[in-house]
């Protein structure tokens, strides 16, 4: 009989454990709970080919890319169909590395009528271009050139083109960049 209570015994200390492995089923309290892997889709503005989908971050945003060029420079392009044309930039996507420089790289567009006595056109809009395929232009001396980055003795970080030593980034040039930006929103709204 003592025999028997020692068999128990064992038995209940084994089914106690805390180890799976021997060979004793686990209660369905003591289960992991199964984790739902959450996948979101990226939002992202420009539509992209299933192909040119890019990775995203855990917030479901897409990873930015850092590039060489802002709004409102200007550009000389160096490789493509365009090469060698001049233009500003005036959009930027970062999360494809892509610029709209204006009036370059024109595709046509055939617009549909909306409304019923309107009708279809056929319009000229700009496409991007992969931002490596661009260098920054200096209009005064006519070069292009890479972009490098200095300090100042004020201590603002600007950047500057290598060849001529011209900074871009001045506060009067954003300023003006940011005004006609206004004006022409204005000017689309008043039409």
């Not at 209660?27 to 040119?52: F, Y």
């Not at 980055?149 to 954003?174: N, S």
């Amino acid at each position: 009989m003592a025999a028997m209570v020692a068999l128990q015994s064992s038995f209940t200390s084994l089914s106690l454990s805390s180890n799976p492995f021997l060979g004793q089923r686990l209660s369905p309290s003591l289960s992991p709970v199964p984790v739902k892997s959450v996948e979101k889709a990226c939002l992202i503005v420009m539509r992209l080919k299933r192909w040119e989908r890019k990775e995203c971050k855990p917030n479901s945003l897409p990873v930015l890319q850092k590039m060489h060029v802002k709004v409102g420079d200007t550009v000389k392009v160096i490789s493509g169909h365009h090469k060698g044309k001049v233009g500003e930039i005036t959009r930027l996507f970062k999360h494809n590395s892509t610029i709209i420089v204006k009036d370059i790289n024109l595709k046509t567009k055939h617009v549909k009528p909306k409304e019923k006595d309107e009708q279809g056109q056929i319009i000229k809009i700009e496409g991007p271009i992969h931002s490596s395929n661009v260098m920054l232009y200096s209009k005064d001396q006519n070069v292009a050139s890479r972009v490098g980055h200095k300090i100042l003795e004020d201590g603002t970080r600007v950047r500057y083109l290598v060849k001529t030593g011209e900074i871009i980034d001045a506060k009067e040039k954003w300023q003006r960049s940011i005004k006609e930006k206004a004006e022409k929103k204005e000017a689309e709204a008043t039409t």
